[in-house]
């Protein structure tokens, strides 16, 4: 039986946009995991209330619901032992959440003033003021404020990029020969990018580049087919 | 019979402020091997050239010399497997890189504009003029102007560390319950700081400074007895 994965959309159900979903969206096509995918929007806490908290990604696998995209990671490991490991030791773990603090505390905030007025745009119209008023509150000031003057940040964006930069020149994965789950969470930010956002984060010739579109390519093309602007 | 282990040395032999060297010297504990160690200057090159090239560290176990900080750390684990491993697989290898990257090029390149000055005003007189010739060269300006204003310098420091912060909140070491090589990588660049410098790196609270607390206390205090100025 396919496992749901309540993933988060825009106006267009077709457009998901959420890095965590798709740090999850990836683990599971790693796993070689079947899929029923449907989309949620910020709004309907209703519909995933039976898992206890408001928020996506939300897997339900049988009877059994897993939130946050790292307990899913776990539970996918955990639960399948005999698919290909996402992380195959607790030291291999403990060294993506080095990666993961990095993507959530460096990638997704210098991504944040690029292209959040571009999220609130894409978004339905029962969602729209939600973002807005929350993340406004968030930011200190408005989401036009807050992204504008793209330009300048773009070039401050592609220099906050040289640790992976430089991994992605010595090595074809941060997993290595392959991906691990490691790549998905930063992989996530990118994505969550080029769904929502015209925004060209990177060179042609950049390193960064090659091992995105070597996983919008992955699985068949699952990211680089879905809905979203081109790269 | 111990490993030699070729060593960055100050005026003073006692003083050993390579972050390269104490990646080694972590390392070669953490395999809980038997170390002879040599304090080597910048100048000797002779002392060296048998290895074919002129950096350290450097290391000779029996008839064997390797150089290079990760080639020794691969060599570690290759000739030694049944000590603890560093890394102990090629995924956690990978995966340590990118630690390394972030080491190389957000760690280092801000701690060098802390400490560079204290660094040459340690060094022996034949060593000076090199040092200062060599890294003016590569910053484009003298030392003393690289390190001016360390003060706001500082604060940049600290909040470029929110990745590491982050992790060593969530868990005791970048490589989990333990310590690895990544974990080593990081420290080699807080040791080069408190060996050549008084600048106080972190507040007493942060998180970060618990976890080098216990690296200085690792393997019966190597690092924290070293000749250096208290954190």
Redesign the interface.
Known sequence: MAITLYDLAAADADRRFSPFCWRTRMALAHKDLEVDSVPWRFTETDKIAFSGQGKVPVIVDGGKTVFDSWTIADYLDAAYPDRPPLL????????????G??T???LHPGLARLIMADVWAHLDDKAKPYFRESREKRFGTTLEAFCADRDSKLAAFRQSL???R??LQ??P?????GP?Y?DYIVFGGFQWARVISTVQLLAADDPVAAWRQRLLDAFDGLAGKAKGYPV
């Open positions: 195959a030791s607790p030291r291999e773990r403990a060294l993506a959440k080095f990666v603090a990095w959530d505390t460096v040289t640790p992976l430089a991994t010595a090595q994965y941060l997993g290595g020969d691990d490691a």
